[in-house]
Protein backbone atom coordinates (compact mmCIF):
# COMPACT_ATOMS: atom_id res chain seq x y z
CA UNK A 1 0.00 0.00 0.00
CA UNK A 2 1.01 3.35 -0.46
CA UNK A 3 3.33 5.22 2.26
CA UNK A 4 3.66 8.85 3.75
CA UNK A 5 6.52 9.01 6.29
CA UNK A 6 6.97 12.24 8.08
CA UNK A 7 10.41 14.04 9.47
CA UNK A 8 11.01 14.56 12.18
CA UNK A 9 8.79 11.76 14.37
CA UNK A 10 9.40 13.91 17.30
CA UNK A 11 10.75 17.72 17.90
CA UNK A 12 11.42 19.66 20.91
CA UNK A 13 12.30 23.37 20.76
CA UNK A 14 12.60 26.49 22.26
CA UNK A 15 9.52 29.40 22.29
CA UNK A 16 10.84 31.90 19.56
CA UNK A 17 12.35 29.74 17.13
CA UNK A 18 11.08 27.85 13.89
CA UNK A 19 10.71 24.36 13.41
CA UNK A 20 10.17 22.14 9.64
CA UNK A 21 8.50 19.11 9.32
CA UNK A 22 8.46 17.20 6.14
CA UNK A 23 5.66 14.95 4.81
CA UNK A 24 6.71 12.49 2.34
CA UNK A 25 4.99 10.33 -0.47
CA UNK A 26 7.52 7.34 -0.59
CA UNK A 27 5.93 5.61 -3.50
CA UNK A 28 3.52 7.68 -5.27
CA UNK A 29 2.71 11.13 -6.71
CA UNK A 30 0.66 13.25 -4.20
CA UNK A 31 -0.68 16.50 -6.45
CA UNK A 32 -2.21 17.57 -2.81
CA UNK A 33 -1.13 17.17 0.51
CA UNK A 34 -2.88 17.79 3.95
CA UNK A 35 -2.11 19.24 7.08
CA UNK A 36 -4.05 18.58 10.36
CA UNK A 37 -2.84 19.20 13.97
CA UNK A 38 -4.51 16.99 17.08
CA UNK A 39 -4.45 18.20 20.43
CA UNK A 40 -4.75 16.19 23.31
CA UNK A 41 -7.74 13.83 23.60
CA UNK A 42 -9.17 16.28 20.89
CA UNK A 43 -10.04 14.73 16.89
CA UNK A 44 -7.87 15.70 13.91
CA UNK A 45 -8.14 19.11 12.55
CA UNK A 46 -7.46 20.34 9.19
CA UNK A 47 -5.18 22.86 8.89
CA UNK A 48 -4.34 23.36 5.26
CA UNK A 49 -4.63 22.28 1.87
CA UNK A 50 -1.44 22.02 -0.25
CA UNK A 51 -0.98 21.65 -3.73
CA UNK A 52 1.95 20.74 -5.78
CA UNK A 53 3.12 24.06 -7.45
CA UNK A 54 0.80 26.11 -5.86
CA UNK A 55 -0.17 28.36 -2.71
CA UNK A 56 -1.86 26.28 -0.05
CA UNK A 57 -5.20 26.83 1.26
CA UNK A 58 -5.75 27.30 4.73
CA UNK A 59 -8.75 26.62 7.06
CA UNK A 60 -10.69 29.55 8.70
CA UNK A 61 -8.76 30.54 11.98
CA UNK A 62 -5.33 29.29 10.68
CA UNK A 63 -3.02 31.69 10.59
CA UNK A 64 -0.90 31.27 7.49
CA UNK A 65 2.14 33.44 8.09
CA UNK A 66 2.66 31.48 11.13
CA UNK A 67 2.24 28.05 9.78
CA UNK A 68 4.26 28.29 6.28
CA UNK A 69 3.74 25.24 3.83
CA UNK A 70 6.04 24.26 0.63
CA UNK A 71 4.49 21.98 -1.75
CA UNK A 72 7.57 21.78 -4.16
CA UNK A 73 7.41 18.50 -5.58
CA UNK A 74 4.64 15.38 -6.22
CA UNK A 75 6.25 13.81 -3.33
CA UNK A 76 7.70 16.08 -0.77
CA UNK A 77 5.62 18.86 1.41
CA UNK A 78 6.59 20.98 4.28
CA UNK A 79 5.01 22.27 7.09
CA UNK A 80 7.43 25.36 9.23
CA UNK A 81 6.21 26.38 12.36
CA UNK A 82 7.44 29.86 12.52
CA UNK A 83 8.20 31.59 16.11
CA UNK A 84 6.88 28.41 17.95
CA UNK A 85 5.34 29.36 21.02
CA UNK A 86 3.78 26.61 24.03
CA UNK A 87 0.19 26.59 22.03
CA UNK A 88 1.54 25.41 19.30
CA UNK A 89 2.70 22.29 20.66
CA UNK A 90 0.46 19.93 19.14
CA UNK A 91 0.26 16.79 17.54
CA UNK A 92 0.93 17.52 13.36
CA UNK A 93 -0.12 14.81 10.98
CA UNK A 94 -0.06 15.21 6.96
CA UNK A 95 -1.63 13.08 4.01
CA UNK A 96 -0.72 12.36 0.94
CA UNK A 97 -3.34 12.26 -1.87
CA UNK A 98 -2.60 9.75 -4.41
CA UNK A 99 -4.15 10.09 -7.89
CA UNK A 100 -5.58 6.93 -8.75
CA UNK A 101 -9.46 7.46 -10.13
CA UNK A 102 -12.27 6.89 -9.62
CA UNK A 103 -11.16 6.94 -5.80
CA UNK A 104 -8.02 9.35 -4.99
CA UNK A 105 -7.43 8.18 -1.54
CA UNK A 106 -6.00 9.50 0.93
CA UNK A 107 -2.76 8.16 3.20
CA UNK A 108 -2.09 9.13 6.40
CA UNK A 109 1.56 9.86 8.15
CA UNK A 110 2.79 8.66 11.20
CA UNK A 111 2.54 11.85 12.92
CA UNK A 112 5.16 14.78 14.23
CA UNK A 113 4.48 15.60 17.83
CA UNK A 114 6.18 18.75 18.65
CA UNK A 115 6.43 20.21 21.94
CA UNK A 116 7.56 23.77 22.22
CA UNK A 117 9.35 24.91 25.85
CA UNK B 1 -20.01 16.96 3.53
CA UNK B 2 -23.12 15.62 5.94
CA UNK B 3 -22.28 15.35 9.44
CA UNK B 4 -21.90 11.87 11.43
CA UNK B 5 -22.60 11.08 14.78
CA UNK B 6 -20.82 7.84 16.65
CA UNK B 7 -21.12 7.10 20.58
CA UNK B 8 -18.29 8.11 21.83
CA UNK B 9 -16.82 5.12 23.39
CA UNK B 10 -17.32 1.70 23.47
CA UNK B 11 -15.94 -1.78 24.92
CA UNK B 12 -15.69 -5.00 23.75
CA UNK B 13 -14.19 -8.46 24.72
CA UNK B 14 -11.18 -9.47 23.04
CA UNK B 15 -12.14 -12.28 20.51
CA UNK B 16 -16.06 -11.08 20.08
CA UNK B 17 -17.50 -9.16 17.11
CA UNK B 18 -16.79 -5.43 17.78
CA UNK B 19 -20.14 -3.74 16.12
CA UNK B 20 -19.65 0.35 15.58
CA UNK B 21 -22.36 2.34 14.83
CA UNK B 22 -22.81 5.75 12.98
CA UNK B 23 -25.49 8.10 12.04
CA UNK B 24 -25.34 10.38 8.87
CA UNK B 25 -29.02 10.89 8.29
CA UNK B 26 -27.93 13.74 6.01
CA UNK B 27 -26.17 11.60 3.52
CA UNK B 28 -26.64 12.51 -0.25
CA UNK B 29 -27.33 10.00 -2.89
CA UNK B 30 -23.04 11.05 -4.26
CA UNK B 31 -21.36 10.70 -0.54
CA UNK B 32 -19.91 7.82 0.47
CA UNK B 33 -19.06 6.15 3.79
CA UNK B 34 -15.51 6.08 4.89
CA UNK B 35 -14.45 4.62 8.27
CA UNK B 36 -10.57 4.84 9.58
CA UNK B 37 -9.26 4.45 12.86
CA UNK B 38 -6.28 6.25 15.00
CA UNK B 39 -4.20 4.33 17.14
CA UNK B 40 -2.67 6.38 20.45
CA UNK B 41 -0.26 8.71 18.80
CA UNK B 42 -0.08 7.12 15.27
CA UNK B 43 -1.76 8.82 11.52
CA UNK B 44 -5.02 7.54 11.00
CA UNK B 45 -5.95 4.59 9.00
CA UNK B 46 -8.17 3.54 6.36
CA UNK B 47 -10.24 0.97 6.72
CA UNK B 48 -13.08 0.20 4.42
CA UNK B 49 -15.52 2.55 2.43
CA UNK B 50 -18.71 1.99 0.73
CA UNK B 51 -21.80 3.95 -1.18
CA UNK B 52 -24.78 1.27 -0.40
CA UNK B 53 -23.58 -2.29 -1.05
CA UNK B 54 -22.50 -3.64 1.92
CA UNK B 55 -18.71 -4.14 1.59
CA UNK B 56 -15.56 -6.58 3.02
CA UNK B 57 -12.70 -6.66 3.29
CA UNK B 58 -9.54 -8.13 5.68
CA UNK B 59 -10.09 -5.79 7.78
CA UNK B 60 -13.70 -5.02 8.68
CA UNK B 61 -17.16 -5.27 7.02
CA UNK B 62 -19.41 -2.48 6.32
CA UNK B 63 -23.12 -2.37 6.59
CA UNK B 64 -24.89 0.38 5.60
CA UNK B 65 -28.56 0.22 5.60
CA UNK B 66 -31.35 0.55 3.09
CA UNK B 67 -31.77 4.27 3.63
CA UNK B 68 -28.48 4.89 3.83
CA UNK B 69 -28.83 6.99 6.87
CA UNK B 70 -26.82 4.87 8.90
CA UNK B 71 -23.96 2.51 8.90
CA UNK B 72 -22.38 -0.48 11.47
CA UNK B 73 -18.40 -1.26 11.08
CA UNK B 74 -17.98 -4.80 11.98
CA UNK B 75 -14.53 -6.09 13.39
CA UNK B 76 -15.39 -9.53 13.33
CA UNK B 77 -12.84 -11.13 16.05
CA UNK B 78 -11.28 -8.08 17.82
CA UNK B 79 -8.20 -8.57 19.16
CA UNK B 80 -6.47 -5.93 21.80
CA UNK B 81 -4.66 -4.19 19.02
CA UNK B 82 -8.22 -2.95 17.59
CA UNK B 83 -8.22 -0.45 20.55
CA UNK B 84 -8.09 2.58 18.62
CA UNK B 85 -10.52 5.83 17.69
CA UNK B 86 -12.92 4.78 14.86
CA UNK B 87 -13.87 7.97 12.71
CA UNK B 88 -16.97 7.71 10.37
CA UNK B 89 -16.79 9.78 7.66
CA UNK B 90 -19.14 10.67 5.08
CA UNK B 91 -17.67 12.56 1.69
CA UNK B 92 -18.38 12.54 -1.82
CA UNK B 93 -16.08 10.03 -4.16
CA UNK B 94 -13.31 12.47 -4.54
CA UNK B 95 -13.18 14.14 -8.17
CA UNK B 96 -9.51 15.14 -6.97
CA UNK B 97 -8.26 15.62 -3.69
CA UNK B 98 -10.64 16.39 -1.00
CA UNK B 99 -10.11 17.11 2.48
CA UNK B 100 -11.54 15.04 5.35
CA UNK B 101 -13.48 16.18 8.19
CA UNK B 102 -12.84 14.09 11.07
CA UNK B 103 -15.81 13.84 14.03
CA UNK B 104 -14.80 12.83 17.78
CA UNK B 105 -14.52 9.34 16.61
CA UNK B 106 -15.37 6.24 19.30
CA UNK B 107 -12.90 5.43 20.87
CA UNK B 108 -13.07 1.33 21.28
CA UNK B 109 -11.84 -0.39 23.82
CA UNK B 110 -10.79 -4.10 23.43
CA UNK B 111 -10.92 -5.84 26.97
CA UNK B 112 -9.05 -9.36 27.56
Known amino acids: GAVVSQHPSWVICKSGTSVKIECRSLDFQATTMFWYRQFPKQSLMLMATSNEGSKATYEQGVEKDKFLINHASLTLSTLTVTSAHPEDSSFYIC?????????????FGPGTRLTVL | DAKTTQPPSMDCAEGRAANLPCNHSTISGNEYVYWYRQIHSQGPQYIIHGLKNNETNEMASLIITEDRKSSTLILPHATLRDTAVYYCIVRVAPQGAQKLVFGQGTRLTINP
Open chain 1, 95 to 107: SASEVRPPYNEQF
